[in-house]
């Protein structure tokens, strides 16, 4: 059986991170803290030989990758890919607004007027199915839809690596977070993904084990 490492790290903070905005399938570009984020992550995996390097087809995830890599000069000449498969989940018409005003226009839907009461409430994939059915124009993905999306991303994760590689993929906050909760909900302890921090997996051919998640003080 196939087994890869995955190093998955959430892209440094951005503009629309630091002013509170929803971002999703948009974009914007790292702040300086977001490249301190990432050469701080770079800087802890450095050491490792990674076989290939993965990220989103963001900007903030590709540039996030590319800061990373420099720490390693090594890696600098790996194969680096851009998967669609591994964005962030799409928050359709609420994209670009204020993340709190966001969660108030869902949580309205269940008496509820916060990010933390609804995921409290119903969890991160119930969440993700009142965000589809809140929006205006029907674009935001359900929970199915995200999952069918990120699994065919695992899926070609799979088919492009041997058996032993080591990966960097650069993601997003709300992605590694699911897949935590998904594969090892115990280590989700409703804290959001750190930027710049660290979630290590083991993806064999039909399972994903999580190590450890959220790490901004590893050591390879």
């Known amino acids: 059986m196939k087994k890869i490492t995955a190093y998955f790290v959430r892209h440094g903070q ?10 999703g399938w948009i974009d914007s570009p ?9 050469k701080r ?22 540039e996030t990758a590319t800061i ?12 680096s890919y851009q998967y669609p498969e591994f964005r962030e989940q799409c928050h359709g018409y609420f994209e670009g607004n204020d993340l709190n005003q966001m969660w108030q226009f869902v949580g309205a839907q269940v008496k509820l007027t916060s990010e933390s ?17 809140a929006d205006l124009y029907g674009e935001a993905e359900s929970n199915d ?9 695992f899926n070609k994760l799979r088919a492009n690596s041997k058996d032993g590689d080591q990966v960097l993929v650069v993601s997003h906050g709300m992605t590694i977070r699911s897949i935590v909760d998904r594969y090892a909900p115990e280590l989700d302890e409703g804290i959001a993904t750190i930027n710049g921090s660290i979630t290590k997996l083991e993806i ?8 450890f998640f959220n790490k901004i003080d590893f050591q390879s």
């Open 117 to 133: 009461d609804v995921l409290k409430t119903y969890g991160l994939e119930k969440a993700r199915d009142l965000i589809h059915q």
């Open 14 to 23: 951005t503009m629309l991170n630091h002013y509170n905005k929803v971002q």
């Open 41 to 62: 992550a770079g800087k802890q995996l450095k050491n490792i030989p990674f076989a290939a390097a993965y990220s989103s087809d963001s900007g903030r995830a590709i």
């Open 68 to 79: 990373a890599l420099h720490e390693n000069p090594e890696n600098m000449n790996i194969v």
């Open 204 to 211: 064999t051919d039909d399972d994903i084990h999580v190590d």
């Open 145 to 153: 839809m995200f999952w069918e999306r990120l699994d065919r991303g």
């Open 30 to 38: 790292l702040t300086e803290k977001g490249r301190a984020d990432a």
